[in-house]
């Protein structure tokens, strides 16, 4: 079994940055995908960032603000937040696939709140 343990998350002000980071525990045999989505109050969850293989994938609202990076020693995947918007607040959540084939895995998420 999995777990994936998000942190960074916050209140910040517009323009400003944070860096999220997502630890997995339990046993990582291979990757095939790794990354963020978020979930903002009364929309449904949403791709913002995701590695699979060794290709990044990138919403298009995020791109040029966004960063998303994976240390593989620790298997640790990061998101470099700038530029920050109202509207990227949210709820973000990691999420990790063994196989295109095999179940998700998702953190308990953290919560981005960006003031105006």
């Known amino acids: 079994q999995v777990q994936l343990v998000e942190s960074g998350g916050g209140l910040v002000q517009r323009g400003g940055s944070l860096r999220l980071s997502c630890v997995p525990s339990?046993?990582?045999?291979?990757?095939?995908?790794m990354g963020w989505y978020r979930q903002a109050p009364g929309k449904e969850r949403e791709l913002v960032a995701v590695?699979?293989?060794?290709?990044?994938n990138y919403a298009d609202s995020v791109k040029g603000r966004f960063t998303i990076s994976r240390d593989n020693a620790k298997n640790t995947v990061y998101l470099e937040m700038n530029s920050l918007k109202p509207e990227d607040t949210a709820v973000y959540y990691c999420n990790y696939k063994r196989a295109i084939w095999s179940t998700d895995y998702w953190g308990q998420g953290t919560q981005v709140t960006v003031s105006s």
């Open positions: 339990g046993t990582i045999f291979s990757i095939y995908k």
């Open positions: 590695i699979i293989g060794g290709n990044t």
